[in-house]
């Protein structure tokens, strides 16, 4: 059963970065497309893009100048940065898995991390 | 970007009610539409994906149809483990687009 984890900060100041890693465990990384998506009461669900085994991205372009994802298949993790962070970008963050190339659904979540911004 | 809109927004039922949901795309999406059912504090979790393809484990009472820009969600005999909030999502093109949820709750 793949299982995925969040981790990182619950709080980062107006102006920085966030940061946040997935782990990965149960499975394989390898063949599969693993993506962010955050919710806030504001937005609903948003997708925020994604990155592929083997390092290939696709990102919202309402994130694209502020996000960057990155993967490392030895340790089974990615990560999301997001820069530049306004009270706007407070929100649950999931990590979660793309269930396949042809269907681009998600079948496998984290839990989900709250994030939120403020000085 | 493809706006996703749910209707009715909320609303209440009884255990055993057959209900329905819908999402309209703002433009055809064939059937590139998945369901999610979110429960309190907890992650979504996928249930319908190529518009009528149940994800493996999901109950036969949920079912989805629909193509091109109108999409719907029964569930035939709602249980109580079946009171959630539940969204649409496109994948038809970037950026994948989400409804803004229907929330099922209680009579």
């Known amino acids: 059963q793949v299982q995925l984890q969040e981790s990182g900060p619950g709080l980062v100041k107006p102006s920085e970065t966030l940061s946040l890693t997935c782990t990965v465990s149960?499975?394989?990384?390898?063949?599969?497309?693993w993506s962010w998506i955050r919710q806030s009461p504001g937005t609903g669900l948003e997708w925020m893009g994604y990155?592929?085994?083997?390092?290939?991205?696709n990102y919202n372009p309402s994130l694209k100048s502020r996000v960057t994802m990155s993967v490392d298949t030895s340790k089974n993790q990615f990560s999301l940065k997001l820069s530049s962070v306004t009270a706007a970008d407070t929100a649950v963050y999931y990590c979660a898995r793309v269930y396949s190339s042809s269907s681009t659904v998600f079948d496998y979540w984290g839990q989900g991390t709250l994030v939120t911004v403020s000085s | 970007a493809i706006r996703m809109t749910q209707s009715p927004s909320s609303f209440s039922a009884s255990t055993g009610d057959r209900v329905t949901i819908t999402c309209r795309a703002s433009?055809?999406?064939?059937?590139?539409l998945a369901w999610y059912q979110q429960k309190p504090g907890k992650a979504p979790k996928l249930l319908i994906y190529?518009?009528?393809t149940l994800q493996s484990g999901v109950p036969s009472r949920f079912t989805g149809s629909g193509s091109g820009t109108d999409f719907t969600l029964t569930v035939s005999c709602l249980q109580s483990e079946d009171f959630a909030t539940y969204y649409c999502q496109q994948y038809y093109s970037y950026p994948w687009t989400f409804g803004q949820g229907t929330k099922v709750e209680i009579k």
């Open positions: 149960g499975g394989s990384m390898s063949s599969f497309y």
């Open positions: 433009q055809g999406i064939s059937s590139y």
């Open positions: 190529a518009a009528s």
């Open positions: 990155i592929y085994y083997s390092g290939t991205t």
